[in-house]
């Protein structure tokens, strides 16, 4: 199990080294593993248009769609300071849309895992994929 995290760890603590976050200074690191056992990775991008700017996990997701993969089974952010880094909301919804209520997300700092959550406490009676099923009919 914590070489399972170590992986996710390793993965976010590199990409946070290429965050482009020259407005809040505030330098994050992404991972998520998916049921296929692949780790991607993604660092925040802010933007001088401020609201443009993209999350650590937004790129770490896109990274895994670009792979082909659509299932996430456990995600962890790494970034610097005292703080305990859980993801922001928008977040949240974004992992919720491949991950289960139970999946696994660590908020970690440079030295380890800080504080572990699972996706269903930090997003609660959350709207997914799972709502539309019966609302989709062929056209
Ligand atoms: N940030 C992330 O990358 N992930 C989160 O879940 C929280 C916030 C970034 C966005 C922005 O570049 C910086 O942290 C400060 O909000």
Not at 10 to 23: C, D, E, G, R, S
Not at 86 to 92: E, F, I, N, S
Request: glycine residues 10%.
């Amino acid at each position: 199990m914590s070489s399972d995290v170590d992986d996710l760890l390793a993965a976010a603590k590199a990409a946070q080294l290429n965050a482009h976050a020259p407005y809040s200074h505030f330098r994050v690191g992404a991972a998520v593993r998916t049921s296929n056992g692949r780790i991607f990775a993604g660092c925040n991008v802010e933007n001088a248009a401020y609201p443009q700017g993209a999350c650590a996990e937004a790129g770490a997701i896109s990274a895994m769609c670009l792979a082909g993969e659509r299932e996430i089974v456990a995600v962890l952010t790494v970034c610097d300071g005292e703080v305990i880094g859980t993801c922001c909301g928008g977040c949240r919804q974004r992992i919720r849309e491949f991950a289960k209520p139970d999946t696994p997300i660590y908020a970690a700092g440079p030295g380890g895992v800080r504080a572990t959550f699972t996706l269903g406490e930090l997003l609660p009676h959350s709207f997914g994929p799972d709502h539309l099923t019966e609302f989709q009919t062929e056209r």
